[in-house]
């Protein structure tokens, strides 16, 4: 930077008291440069930074303002080269694009030819006819050229072409800023229009800033000057490309090579130089080859380590609270409003409720708790629903704050139910009220955001006229989103500064590293875009090909190499994370390795440079507490004093390792066996409560669930997600079908009438289709052709029903109770019986609720017991009449009507009734005894479960790959049980006065 420097502190003491215009590529690029110069005693007195675009602003506001036109920028032509080139489409206009879709993409590639075109000082008029390599390609480019410009014309609007050429013409009649200097980087890239306005504006009064040599490099085109080189050198990099005829490799500013694995480490490494050395903050800047890549990784870290960073062209407005909040809702309404990421993004610290003294929390488990799963629809019906069922004054609370919110949101979104598009303005309308209602802001970064997000959205709400599908809306919204960059800042002291390769010549630190400087990533792939070929560029002329651009990237990052008077620091990933594969170094790397080694091109340059550089982290680079483990377990000889260090260090760790070890040495109580628990919740659950059918059928299965779920309470966490294929899950199916054969036979009971299929079906197909079509008014289905689906599903269910009942029932006997509870059965409003009462065979006492699906009398005089099952058979034999205290209800209930109504009636046959698709009306009835097991043993059985949880005896079940408990288990994850583990075979064989009982339930089979 010494020419630059040298080259402006010449031109300014000559010109201390005139005003100076320096013309940059930006105001931060700008300020870089005045802070350079300040910060080496430059006198920057009255030099005033302006771009190329400000200037044709100033100079033609006064004649715009007169005749009205408003400025179209770039990212709002593109809105408007949408509608256009969308209003061609279905005006069926184009031939070459005719079958294209105007998805984000294409837009942005269109908008930009017609910019090329414009800014080369073309129009639809004298247009560059035979350019292109197909007739029809140039007649449709054509004719949105002429569209956009006629849209310019009709809505007065100037875009940045047209404000060049109007102030070409302002200068033709007049002239300006005469009085003034214009300092002039001789590397200001400008295209042909905005170049021809900054000749003839300077045109008699300016100076241009010049720079280091370069050897062997041709100028970009568009570059302001030809000649952009002072007599000096300012370091050896300028000899870069002519390495045998090098001289002055004495001016070396010191460089280091590094490698990493993967772009996070890559940017790691640079913190770690900083600390390793010892470095100040604002005495380094880092250059990009990728700003949107490496900004966010920078801006992660500066987060992460508390590390105050710069960033010249902003971080991505999705790090603040209104760009997540629009990209949650987005994603939302991409899931089709799905509960659970409402609930994210409602508990994510960036969405405000209006009542602010309601948690988020409790309103996220109100959801989640609801079976709302997605959908408008299900949202309001069943929350209004519950809001009618509740009689909670805290739940009716938060239930009205939830759909207070939630309508007002749903009311800002259009509605797609009878449409396939929407309008685009009002989308985004809409978004704009649900930002400005319910964002947090946190500080004046989010209250930016807040602005940018909110005008562009509003902008493109204007210039949109057309309707699209909701998915390419949502992509459109979301490449916006991350297009909005904010708190682009130039450097600040005791800051590390952030900017890409292409704005980092302005800047003079004494440490310079350079990221992204692999054959990926630099000098850039190269590609061609299809809707502007490399070909049509050359035949055009003065539009940079794909080429051009590459050998434009590599001349860019040499004039920096060159003017940059601190140490460098060369940096490149060597494996693509995602890609998962090798990559190597750029060809500038090697050169600059070459540059160092003085190699000739016959070297191995690959090899060499791998070999080469350091890789491992010293104990200096150590950033946090992970990586100092990993440091000692992998390159300091391992952690020799492991138990020493683990105990003090992680207690809590350790206690785990602790409890992982004794697990699997005996029975005790990191296996489930004897807990501490007190008597006061022991004697509550064997006293005080009643207990059902499920849950002694749980201790039965597996002790250790039964724990989980009736001890400590853990209940787990049910999402309901929307399935483009799935209506009603299997309980809802359940209860669906219990309800429509409970109303069935009520109809026939009233009726005095005995099912018969042909006089029945119509009657049964009735209800089921009343229940089911009031069950989709509150849970809405994914679709029509869904909904159809599982309907069918249900009227076959009923017709196997009704089959099986028309010609068995009729011989057995008739229905006399249908859905019988007794005791404080959970759903139940007041049960028809009380408790049933049982004394167990050690004396004590065991209160049982429960509800009995249905009971019919029999002919005989007898009764049998009926629980309806909507599943699969497979769980169920009729040689298995216990099933190891697993299979209870079937005696549990006979034993429980018998002792309600009195000897008299007397249960013949109790069990499972599979009157659906699945089961294909199969039964299995237990009788009073199957010759190996009475009925009458269900209380020995239930009397030893009662032991075990008086003796705190929860191990869990023993696992084999029959085990079903296990399979269907809510609490895999924190058993975390193998097969024919240790703990198995130790409830097999090992001696343990608990172990008895425990073993005794499996005689009972």
């Not at 377990?633 to 391992?638: D, H, I, K, T």
Request: aromatic residues 10%; glycine residues 4%.
């Amino acid at each position: 930077m010494k020419s630059v420097l040298k080259s402006l502190e010449n031109i300014c003491s000559k010109n201390i008291t005139k005003r100076k215009i320096l013309v940059m590529p930006s105001y931060t690029e700008g300020l870089s440069l005045l802070n350079a110069l300040a910060l080496n005693n430059v006198n920057i007195a009255n030099i005033k930074v302006e771009t190329p675009l400000s200037l044709a602003k100033d100079i033609s506001k006064m004649s715009l303002y007169k005749s009205g036109k408003d400025f179209l920028d770039r990212s709002s032509a593109r809105y408007v080269v949408l509608n256009l080139f969308n209003q061609l489409l279905t005006e069926n206009k184009l031939k070459y694009f005719q079958q294209l879709s105007p998805s984000v993409g294409v837009i942005s590639e269109l908008e930009n030819v017609l910019y090329e075109l414009r800014i080369t000082d073309y129009t639809h008029i004298n247009f560059p006819v035979n350019s292109f390599i197909d007739p029809e390609k140039e007649h449709d480019i054509k004719t949105l050229l002429q569209k956009y410009e006629n849209y310019l014309e009709n809505n007065n609007r100037i875009d940045e072409p047209g404000l060049y050429k109007h102030s070409i013409q302002m200068l033709q009649k007049d002239s300006f800023h005469k009085d003034k200097l214009f300092l002039i980087p001789a590397n200001l890239e400008l295209p042909l229009l905005s170049k021809s306005f900054i000749s003839m504006l300077t045109k008699n009064n300016h100076e241009i800033i010049k720079f280091a040599q370069l050897k062997s490099l041709n100028v970009p085109e568009n570059y302001y000057s030809n000649n952009p080189y002072s007599d000096t050198i300012d370091n050896c990099f300028s000899w870069l490309y002519e390495l045998n005829n090098s001289e002055n490799l004495d001016k070396n500013p010191g460089f280091e090579i590094y490698r990493a694995y993967g772009e996070s480490n890559e940017a790691k490494k640079v913190i770690r130089v900083l600390k390793r050395d010892a470095i100040n903050l604002d005495d380094a800047v880092i250059y990009t080859t990728s700003s949107q890549l490496y900004n966010q990784i920078l801006y992660d870290l500066s987060c992460t380590y508390n590390i105050p960073m710069t960033f010249e062209e902003g971080i991505s407005v999705s790090n603040t609270s209104p760009g997540k909040l629009l990209l949650s809702v987005l994603e939302w309404i991409s899931e089709k409003y799905s509960v659970p990421k409402f609930c994210t993004m409602s508990t994510g610290g960036f969405f405000k409720f209006s009542n602010n003294e309601i948690s988020p929390l409790k309103i996220s488990k109100i959801l989640k708790e609801s079976k709302i799963a997605w959908g408008k629809k299900r949202y309001k019906k069943i929350l209004e629903n519950e809001l009618t069922n509740t009689t909670n004054d805290y739940k009716i609370e938060i239930l009205n704050v939830v759909l207070s919110e939630l309508n007002s949101i749903f009311d800002e979104i259009p509605d797609t139910e009878n449409t396939s598009s929407i309008s685009l303005s009002e989308f985004s309308k809409g978004l704009v009220n649900i930002l400005n209602k319910h964002t947090r802001i946190r500080n004046e970064t989010d209250a930016s955001a807040l602005t940018t997000l909110t005008e562009n959205l509003s902008n493109l709400a204007d210039y949109s006229t057309q309707e699209f599908q909701e998915k390419e809306i949502i992509k459109m919204l979301k490449k916006l989103v991350y297009g909005i960059n904010i708190n682009a800042s130039s450097a600040k002291p005791g800051h590390i500064h952030v900017t890409n390769f292409q704005n980092g010549i302005w800047h003079n630190r004494k440490h310079n590293f350079i990221l992204g400087l692999d054959a990926e990533k630099f000098p850039g792939k190269g590609g061609e875009s299809p809707f502007l070929l490399d070909m049509e560029k050359e035949r055009i002329g003065k539009i940079q090909t794909s080429i051009q651009r590459k050998s434009r990237n590599i001349y860019k990052m040499t004039e920096l190499l060159a003017n940059t008077n601190g140490k460098i620091y060369a940096m490149f990933t060597n494996y693509d994370t995602e890609a998962a594969r090798l990559q190597s170094p750029s060809s500038l790397l090697l050169q600059i390795y070459r540059l160092q080694e003085k190699l000739d091109k016959s070297t191995p340059d690959k090899e060499h440079i791998e070999s080469y550089l350091p890789f491992k982290n010293s104990e200096k680079e150590i950033l946090d507490e992970t990586e100092l483990w990993l440091h000692k377990a992998f390159y300091s000889g391992g952690i020799k004093n492991n138990e020493e260090i683990f105990p003090s260090v992680y207690p809590v760790f350790n206690k785990g390792l602790f409890a992982l070890s004794e697990r699997q040495s005996s029975i005790n109580e990191y296996n489930g066996c004897e807990l501490n628990i007190s008597d006061e919740i022991v004697n509550k659950l064997l006293y005080e409560k009643t207990f059902s059918n499920s849950k002694l059928e749980t201790m039965g299965s597996c002790p250790l669930r039964f724990f989980f779920q009736h001890i400590l309470y853990l209940k787990p966490l049910e999402e309901y997600e929307y399935d483009p294929w799935r209506w009603l899950d299997p309980l809802e199916r359940g209860t669906l079908l219990h309800r429509i054969f409970e109303l069935f036979y009520k109809e026939l009971i009233n009726k005095k009438e005995m099912p018969e299929l042909d006089k029945h079906m119509g009657l049964l197909e009735n209800i089921a289709k009343t229940e089911t079509e009031e069950l989709k008014d509150l849970l809405q289905p994914p679709s029509e052709t869904v909904y159809e689906s599982e309907f069918n599903e249900i009227l076959d269910s009923c017709r196997i029903f009704l089959q099986k009942e028309s010609t068995k029932l009729s011989k057995e006997g008739h229905p006399l109770y249908l859905e019988l509870y007794f005791g404080n059965y959970p759903e139940s409003e007041g049960s028809s019986f009380p408790t049933a009462v049982f004394t167990l065979p050690s004396g004590r006492k065991i209160q049982l609720s429960g509800r009995i699906d249905r009971i019919d009398q029999l002919n005989n005089g007898s009764y049998k017991i009926i629980d309806y099952k909507t599943g699969s058979t497979r769980d169920y034999s009729s040689n298995e009449y216990f099933k190891k205290g697993k299979q209870l209800q079937h005696a549990l209930y006979s034993l429980a009507f018998e002792k309600l109504m009195g000897n008299k009636y007397k249960i013949s046959q109790s069990g499972y009734y599979f009157p659906t698709t699945k089961g294909e009306g199969s039964e299995y009835m237990y009788p009073p005894s199957d010759g190996k097991h009475k009925r009458e043993e269900v209380l020995e059985i239930v009397d030893i479960l009662l032991d075990n949880i008086e003796n705190r005896f929860f191990p869990p079940v023993k696992y084999d790959n029959k085990n079903d408990s296990c399979r269907f288990c809510d609490y895999k994850e924190i058993c975390d049980r193998e097969k024919n583990d240790s703990l198995t075979k130790m409830l097999e064989y090992e001696e343990n006065k608990y172990l008895q009982n425990y073993r005794r339930i499996e005689s009972y089979e």
